[in-house]
């Protein structure tokens, strides 16, 4: 077992710099220390998304590691086919690493997750999960939230933003009876960080998703992402979990959550909502924690 990493004793070598991210990008804070948790012997897959479009930039190359981008639809394929050709070429320990958003994740890229994670496997799947398809202008995806406009999903006067629900991802990747998974935030880096680490030391594949704000599509300024992401732990619309050997855990159980209306009022992807909109927004947070509670705890 690796010692525990945190923000003060983790590596200060770069391996994700010079890349075109906006100010504040979640993603990219997120995959800069998850690869200094993993190492330059990571072997990474990226589809198209935002992630992708600031790094391969020739010849301004963002990535110390290895890394290649894959058809949308089949990041977690070809991570298992890296992993498979790292053995065939006898490294004893290959460490194949795919990094994809929301849209490349939950929406088109699922099949292949699904697929990757029932052929059992070593390999590490992280999801920056910024609540749309951003590279290609906002549009909405599966885990964009309720009441959140989009390019896809504007807010008029008749429907207010997203009228879905968040997919619950973790859970759908969970329910393969997964060797680990866990969610995280990038405001909450120390558990971000521990759990890479574990996903590292896994002995089979593992999956994490990553809370990753957006100022540009969020209409928020560059300088609270971090925030905003311990905020959304802090008031319960996200929550930090892990599931290893077939049970849930929860990291964070606070016993009363700090209001939402702060947090949605910061983001102008929300600014439309209304009283009755915010309040549909909490009960349904509640609901998912009377559930998080009565199963997980
Ligand atoms: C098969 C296919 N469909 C659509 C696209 C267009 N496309 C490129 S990036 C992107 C958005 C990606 O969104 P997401 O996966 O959420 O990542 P983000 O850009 O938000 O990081 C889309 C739709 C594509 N490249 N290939
Ligand atoms: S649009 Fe959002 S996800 Fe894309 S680079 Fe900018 S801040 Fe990052």
Known sequence: MSQKLNVRNITENEYFYGHKACGGCGESLALRLALKVLGDEAYLSLPAGCMAAVSFIYPNMAFKNNAIITPFASTAAVTTGVEAGLRALGKKKPLAVGFAGDGGTADIGIQALSGAIDRGEKFIYICTDNEAYMN??????????????????????????????????????????????????????????????????????????????????????????????KQVVDNGLWYLAEYENGEFKVNRNPDTFEPVAPYLKRQGRFKHLEESDITMIESIRDQKWEYIRNNWV
């Open 136 to 229: 290609t202008g906002i549009q909405k995806s599966g885990l964009t939230p309720f009441g959140a406009a989009t390019t896809t999903t504007p807010a008029g006067r008749e429907i207010r933003g997203n009228i879905n629900f968040k997919k619950n991802m973790f859970e759908i990747v969970a329910a393969h009876g997964i060797t680990y998974a866990a969610t995280a935030s990038i405001g909450y880096l120390d558990d971000m960080i521990n759990k890479i680490q574990k996903a590292k030391d896994a002995d089979g594949p593992s999956y994490i998703h990553i809370y990753a704000p957006c100022p540009t599509g969020w209409g928020c300024g560059s300088e609270i992402s971090v925030d905003l992401g």
